[in-house]
Nanobody, 125 residues
Framework: QLTLVESGGGSVQFGGSLRLSCVSPEDGLNIFAVGWFRQAPGREREGISCISSAGEMSYYSDEMKGRFTISRDKAKKAVYLQMNSLRLEDTAVYYC??????????????????WGQGTQVTVSS
């Protein structure tokens, strides 16, 4: 299992932006797809985005398309989630997770081997 550390969360007003980072000290992160999940209060954790190992393929849930952008920097062993036009309903704890393969096959948690501790995002009006 890899160590994953998220950062970049915080409080932002409606319509604002944040960029989340997911960093691993191990080189292994670069050979796996990485996904972002979130868990809002009282709701189950949901998968929202994923990027393949090489970065050539990405996935977004319908709600995030056009607002969120996932990217990765292999030299920094990092994956980012740029979040724009934030809404109140985006308030959640956001987690990054290492997929068990190089591709984003499914946003099912059972395919993700390692998880970060989460970072809180709060959107206010």
């Amino acid at each position: 299992q890899l160590t994953l550390v998220e950062s970049g969360g915080g409080s932002v007003q409606f319509g604002g932006s944040l960029r989340l980072s997911c960093v691993s000290p191990e080189d292994g992160l670069n050979i796996f797809a990485v996904g972002w999940f979130r868990q809002a209060p009282g709701r189950e954790r949901e998968g929202i985005s994923c990027i393949s190992s090489a970065g050539e393929m990405s996935y977004y849930s319908d709600e995030m398309k056009g607002r969120f952008t996932i990217s990765r920097d292999k030299a920094k062993k990092a994956v980012y989630l740029q979040m724009n036009s934030l809404r109140l309903e985006d308030t959640a704890v956001y987690y990054c997770a290492q997929h068990s393969s190089a591709y984003c096959i499914l946003m099912d948690e059972k395919y993700y081997a390692s998880w970060g501790q989460g970072t809180q995002v709060t959107v206010s009006s």
